[in-house]
């Protein structure tokens, strides 16, 4: 009997990374939404830019991880975290900054998603037939375009965008770099709010973060989600007129 437990045991111990995150999510999502907010920024703004010019490198290091931590386990926080990139160290470190701890992170759960549920999910894909076979092909054929259409599109929720390619079985170097590509707009627009913010705060007021729905904002950002689409679309085009 002992010679038959390695095994199963084996495959739980696959599932535990996207558990705890799972876990953290949910325990986060009630603990910590007071304290990761902007109301938390504005009270420690001035020693948050004394330790900048004092010690810029150690708070870029400690800002990536911070952001990480909070995507890597769905935290609340994340569109504040963005932000407040912009806001310690401006439009062009705090994009890039946004974009290297979004995508770490975001990278973090496709390895814990793959690791267990990804990887049952994926054999039970390559083994299928019919609907869910012609789905896979699908898939694999317009990967690239699917998985910048997840990142440019704000309806997909950020979790969604990690978890299910992880559970379809997209290679891990194509994910991380359309993930860093994709992200990029949506991390701009974040990232301008943050340079105004100390305005924002002297007036006594709270970022809008609506700003997102305007048409001059979302209008370019749909635009490259169509250009994104648009070999799909190609593709079943030439493919109706081949039938």
């Known amino acids: 009997m002992d010679k038959a437990d390695p095994a199963p045991r084996s495959r739980l111990w696959r599932h535990a990374p996207l558990a705890a995150i799972l876990i953290a999510a949910i325990v986060g999502f009630f603990t910590l939404g007071d304290y990761l907010g902007f109301e938390t920024l504005r009270e420690n703004r001035g020693a948050l830019l ?8 150690a708070l870029v290091a400690v800002f990536i991880g911070v952001y990480f931590t909070i995507v890597a386990f769905s935290l609340p926080g994340a569109a504040v975290s963005s932000v407040t990139g912009g806001f310690l160290f401006g439009l062009v470190f705090g994009t890039l900054f946004n974009v ?27 083994a299928s037939e019919g609907t869910l076979k012609k789905l896979r092909n699908g898939l694999k054929e ?9 990142r440019l599109v704000p309806a997909v929720p950020f979790f969604v965008a990690n978890l299910l ?11 991380a770099w359309t993930t860093a590509l994709g992200i990029i707009p949506g991390a701009l627009v974040f ?24 048409p001059q904002i979302i209008g370019p950002i749909f635009g490259l989600a169509a250009l994104a689409a648009l070999p799909m679309a190609l593709k079943a085009l030439r493919g109706r007129k081949e039938s």
């Open 142 to 150: 317009n990967e690239i375009s699917v998985l910048l259409l997840l």
């Open 165 to 175: 390619p992880a559970l379809v079985g997209v290679g891990f170097v194509r994910f």
């Open 50 to 57: 004394a330790f900048r010019d004092a010690h810029y490198l």
């Open 191 to 214: 990232t301008w709010v943050g340079v105004g913010l100390g305005e924002v705060f002297d007036r006594g007021d709270t970022p809008d973060l609506s700003l997102l729905w305007e």
């Open 100 to 126: 290297i701890a979004a995508t770490l992170g975001a990278m973090a759960i496709f390895l814990a998603a793959r690791a267990g549920l990804g990887r049952v999910m994926t054999a039970k894909l390559n």
